[in-house]
């Protein structure tokens, strides 16, 4: 949608290893940041232009309470049984990592389910949606029939809050939806340098 040329790589980042006694935001942005960096690794044999790696990582928050993915269809019902007639807020960490500079952010959204019967909870877990999202829902999926309300970023609910994503790429020389990608390099000085503006939700290292 941005219009970005880009390569999807699975990072090999143990996501068990994150602190889940850190607060909803620190732990998205750990998250975030590990996958990211996991990934830098894996590539630091190749030939430049070096990456600008983007990692995300997305947890639903209900009562104080984690709610990733979940493990089996018994916990998928057990999650959207919690979830119905409520509000949840929903978490993404995004890291942008690059050699030259790094910027870990993140974007909460208020989500709200209406009521749901015992059936239209089985129903929807029986279409298998819900086995690798966290929370057990989809918001662009089938999902989209449990919440009646959110408050925030939609795209953040799906997994990639790209208004927040878009503002970060300009620190790296991207000015979005004008962005033309082809031949694009990272190796300008002024692309990866400058001064950082401040933003709620982020914490910059260089």
């Known amino acids: 949608m941005l219009g970005l040329d880009f390569e999807i790589m699975v990072s090999t980042f143990e996501e ?12 998205v942005m750990q998250l975030a940041r590990g996958k990211a960096e ?15 790696i983007i990692g995300a990582d997305t947890i639903v928050v209900l009562d104080g309470k984690y709610l990733g993915k979940p493990a089996d269809e018994d916990e998928a019902r057990q999650m959207l049984r919690m979830l119905a007639g409520r509000w949840h807020q929903v978490y993404t960490g995004i890291a942008l990592v690059h ?16 009521d749901l019967t015992r059936q239209e909870i089985d129903g929807y877990v029986l279409t298998g949606e819900p086995m690798d ?3 057990a829902y989809g918001i662009q999926g089938v999902g989209a029939i449990l919440v009646d309300r959110i408050e925030g970023c939609f795209y953040n ?12 790429l300009k620190e790296y020389g991207f000015h979005l ?4 990608t082809d031949g ?18 982020e914490i910059r290292r260089r």
């Open 16 to 27: 068990t290893t994150a602190v889940e006694s850190s607060t909803p935001e620190e732990l």
């Open 38 to 52: 996991a990934v830098g690794r894996s590539l630091s044999s190749r030939p430049a232009p070096e990456p600008l």
């Open 99 to 114: 050699p030259r500079k790094s910027v870990v952010a993140y974007e909460m959204t208020r989500v709200h389910f209406r």
């Open 133 to 135: 999202k966290a929370g």
């Open 157 to 168: 609910v799906m997994g990639l809050p790209l208004a927040r994503l878009a503002l970060l």
């Open 177 to 180: 939806p004008e962005v033309k």
């Open 184 to 201: 694009r390099t990272f190796n300008q000085e002024s692309s990866c340098t400058g001064t950082p503006s401040g933003a709620l939700g």
